[in-house]
């Protein structure tokens, strides 16, 4: 198959080996690298757990390149505990001609929670990529070069849902990721492997009216939430429960004059959510009826995520957008997009708790 940005491979179990075979001239330069996990292609030698490690292996342990082009591993700190990283070898990048680099990671000895990042070294030239997997190739993709001397991420390795995979970053280090859309197609990412965990995630909507409808009242953005420790509450501007980032639940609902409303989550302490439900609410007899949109989740790191809305047809005064839920240590977030019916002498909020079972009690607020 072939590698895209941001669509992730299950990985069969294994060894994975990313191999890269250069068509084009290198320039010469002299890195330090970190070491961790990286090795270049030969026979007849192994390291810890059976992995091949190529020739040219260091006092000390540390690995060495063979070529300009080198292939390494870096923590993904963001996603649990930080991988061990021993000290940084020195690689020599030189001439030009078919050169190749390969790097060799085993994820089940990889810290609880932990993952890697692929990156790229030393080479700007046009050249293959291969996923290599108990002797088969699992995936590949051409690179068409032309990022300069900088790193080029090539992809993470990540758990999710119990299994490893690849997620294709294929762009240069310090570029912003393109975008993704959650629909019925698509409905569930992970945050983790879109990059997103380690920063503030802001949950902007963008309201329109429904062609040939009547404007709708304003909604209210406001989020349920549950936090690891069993605690459950509501961020919403009714009652002045605004919430905070920087304490418990670390969710608040801000508003500025650039973004407009919106709600923003600390995912630094990712750790401490179970789950959280993103809605929209609306009083009055037309409630959100003719209500049009979208609603983007921009991260500090990752991916932006788009989560489009269905004009809305019918009486409802609530809308779950989108359900982030615990997933071991990452976060998983589904698209709802759901107009809930109005229910007699239930509030927007009550409508919302008993459609997703939080259990809380409500009182009259202003």
Same mark, same amino acid.
């Given at each position: ?68 082009? /080198? ?31 390969? /790097?060799? *990671? ?11 990042? *692929? ?73 983790? /492997? ?39 509450? *509501? ?59 979208? *609603? ?63 259990? /809380? ?6």
């Amino acid at each position: 198959m072939t590698l895209r940005a941001g669509e992730c491979v299950e990985l069969p179990g294994g060894v994975l080996w990313v191999r890269y075979e250069s068509f084009g001239p290198f320039a010469g330069a002299d890195r330090g690298v970190p070491a961790a996990l990286a090795a270049a292609p030969a026979a007849g030698r192994t390291g810890a757990r059976g992995v091949p490690w190529g020739a040219g292996r260091g006092a000390g342990g540390r690995a060495q390149a063979q070529g300009p082009a /080198l292939l390494v591993a870096e923590p993904l700190a963001a996603a649990g505990a930080p991988l061990p990283m021993p000290a940084g070898a020195h690689a020599r990048s030189g001439g030009g001609g078919p050169h190749g680099a390969a /790097l060799a *990671v085993d994820p089940e000895a990889l810290p609880e929670g932990g993952g890697v990042r *692929v990156v790229l070294r030393g080479a700007a030239a046009r050249g293959r990529l291969r996923l290599e997997a108990a002797g088969e190739d699992i995936a590949d993709a051409d690179l068409q070069g032309g990022w300069g001397s900088g790193d080029f991420v090539v992809g993470e390795i990540a758990s999710h849902a119990g299994d490893w995979h690849f997620r294709p970053v294929l762009r240069p280090a310090g570029a912003r990721p393109a975008a993704m859309v959650l629909d019925s197609g698509l409905p569930v990412a992970s945050l983790g /492997l879109q990059g997103a965990l380690g920063g503030l995630l802001r949950a902007v909507p963008h309201w329109r009216t429904a062609p040939r409808a009547q404007p709708p009242a304003r909604p209210d953005l406001g989020a349920l939430y549950e936090l690891a420790d069993g605690t459950r509450g *509501v961020v919403q501007a009714l009652g002045d429960s605004y919430g905070r980032l920087d304490a418990p639940p670390h969710i608040e609902l801000v508003r500025d004059r650039r973004r407009g409303e919106h709600l923003a989550l600390d995912l630094v302490r990712a750790g401490a959510f179970r789950r959280v439900l993103l809605f929209a609410s609306a009083y009055g007899d037309q409630g959100l009826r003719g209500l049009d949109g979208s *609603v983007t989740l921009h991260s500090e790191h990752g991916a932006d995520i788009g989560i489009g809305l269905a004009p809305c047809r019918e009486p409802a005064t609530a809308c779950a957008l989108a359900l982030i839920t615990r997933d071991g240590p990452d976060l998983v977030v589904r698209r709802e997009a759901r107009y809930l019916p109005v229910r007699a002498g239930l509030s927007p909020q009550r409508t919302l708790d008993y459609a997703y079972g939080w259990g /809380l009690s409500w009182a009259p607020g202003r």
